[in-house]
C-alpha cells in the first residue's frame, strides 16, 4: 500500500497526512495546516474540542466509558447507513451535554448530506440517500461498559463497513470517489489503498455539536472483547463517555482535565483488524495517523 491518500488528495505526500508520524500522528496543531485544507478544521478539533497533548502528556488514547444508542440523523446522513434495530436503543439528546451553538469557527459542521443518484449510475453530488425508518419500540437500556480505551486514525482507505453484507444494516456505509470526491453508491467499487478508486469520504470527520458532545465515525476492535466483535457492529452508534483515568503502565496519557466527562457519539463505519484486547474503538480523525495503511491518502 503506497498510494491512499495521495491519489486522493493529489500535490500532498504521504507524510502530510500525519506529519510523519504513522502511529499518533501530529504533535501539534500547527501540523494540520500540511493537511489538504478540508481536512485542517477536523484536525484541529483535536486539539481544540479533545484537547490532544495539551497537558503532561494528556489527552493520549483516553480510556472511554461506552454503551450503544440509536444512530443520530447528524451521523446517518453522512454514512447513508442505519442499523435495522437502531430504535431499541435510547435516543441522544444533544441539548443534555452542554450549551448548543458553542461551535467554534475551526470545528465546522456536519456536511450537506449526499443525493441519490439516477438509475444506473453510482456517484452523486447533493441530495440525501432515501434512510430506513426503524420499526417504533421502546428503547431500551443500554448497559455501559468501562475499563476500555481509545485512539485515532485517518487512512483514506474505503471503510470495511462500505462493503456489502456488513452489520444488521439495509444500507452500507457510502464511500466516496477518491478523485471526484461524489458519493459511490456501488457498494463493489475497489478501495483506493488496494488500487481501486473507493476512499473514506472527508465528511468522515469529527465535528463539534455543543460544549460536552462531539460526533464523528469509528473503527472497532474484533477482539470480542467489551462486546465488540467487527463487522456485526457495522453500522451501530455508540456513546464514548471520556473518564478520568490513565494507562497503568508506566502511568501514561488518559484523558485532559477538560475532556473528562465529555462525550463523543460514533458510527461503525470501519473495522480495525489490528486493534485488540482493552483497546476498542479507533477514531476517525484526521492528522492522527495512517498506521499499517500508509497508501491510501497518497493514492
Request: with cysteine; aromatic share 10%.
Amino acid at each position: 500500500f503506497t498510494s491512499g491518500c495521495t491519489a486522493q488528495f493529489s500535490g500532498y505526500s504521504s507524510g502530510d497526512f500525519d506529519c510523519d508520524n504513522n502511529y499518533g500522528g501530529c504533535n501539534a496543531k500547527s501540523g494540520c495546516a500540511r493537511l489538504p485544507q478540508e481536512l485542517q478544521k477536523p484536525c484541529e478539533w483535536r486539539y481544540d474540542w479533545y484537547q490532544w497533548l495539551m497537558k503532561d502528556g494528556q489527552t493520549n488514547n483516553p480510556y472511554v466509558n461506552f454503551r450503544r444508542v440509536q444512530c443520530p440523523r447528524e451521523l446517518t446522513e453522512i454514512s447513508g447507513s442505519v442499523p435495522l434495530d437502531d430504535a431499541k436503543y435510547p435516543k441522544v439528546d444533544v441539548d443534555s451535554y452542554g450549551e448548543t451553538g458553542s461551535t467554534p469557527a475551526t470545528t465546522g459542521a456536519p456536511p450537506s448530506p449526499p443525493e441519490v443518484p439516477a438509475p444506473g449510475k453510482t456517484t452523486t453530488t447533493t441530495a440525501r440517500p432515501e434512510l430506513p425508518v426503524p420499526s417504533p419500540q421502546p428503547p431500551a437500556e443500554s448497559e455501559w461498559v468501562t475499563g476500555t480505551w481509545t485512539t485515532g486514525y485517518w487512512d483514506c482507505c474505503k471503510p470495511s463497513c462500505a462493503w456489502p453484507g456488513k452489520g444488521n444494516v439495509e444500507k452500507p456505509t457510502l464511500a466516496c470517489d477518491a478523485r471526484s470526491g461524489e458519493r459511490l453508491f456501488d457498494a463493489n467499487v475497489k478501495s483506493v489503498c488496494d488500487g481501486g478508486t473507493a476512499a473514506a469520504c472527508a465528511d468522515n470527520a469529527p465535528f463539534l455539536v455543543n460544549s460536552g458532545l462531539s460526533m464523528g465515525f469509528s473503527a472497532v476492535a474484533v477482539s470480542g472483547k467489551h462486546g465488540l466483535s467487527g463487522d456485526d457492529n457495522c453500522g451501530q452508534c455508540y456513546e464514548l463517555k471520556f473518564v478520568d483515568q490513565i494507562h497503568p503502565k508506566d502511568s501514561w496519557g488518559g484523558a485532559h482535565p477538560e475532556l473528562v466527562g465529555k462525550s463523543m457519539v460514533v458510527q461503525v463505519t470501519n473495522i480495525g483488524y489490528d486493534v485488540s484486547g482493552d483497546h476498542s474503538f479507533d477514531i476517525q480523525i484526521p492528522g492522527a495517523g495512517q498506521g499499517i495503511f500508509t497508501s491510501g491518502c497518497t493514492a
